[in-house]
């Protein structure tokens, strides 16, 4: 599983993450929901994504 939470707070150079901080920005800048946001996150699982066809 990704840890995105981490990975956000590291400030991690990869566009994913990146578009974390557009997304609290522009959708919810007081921060209201993050632990929600990032508990679905939770359940990506990057590994065994089926390849984009």
């Known amino acids: 599983?990704?840890?995105y939470r981490a990975a956000y707070g590291a400030g991690?150079?990869?566009r994913?993450?990146?578009e974390l901080g557009y997304w609290f920005r522009y959708h919810d800048s007081l921060?209201?929901?993050e632990n929600e946001f990032f508990r679905l996150l939770d359940y990506?699982?990057?590994k065994h994504q089926a390849e984009k066809s």
């Open 12 to 14: 991690c150079d990869v």
């Open 44 to 46: 990506v699982d990057v």
């Open 16 to 18: 994913a993450v990146d």
């Open 1 to 3: 599983m990704t840890d």
């Open 31 to 33: 921060r209201k929901n």
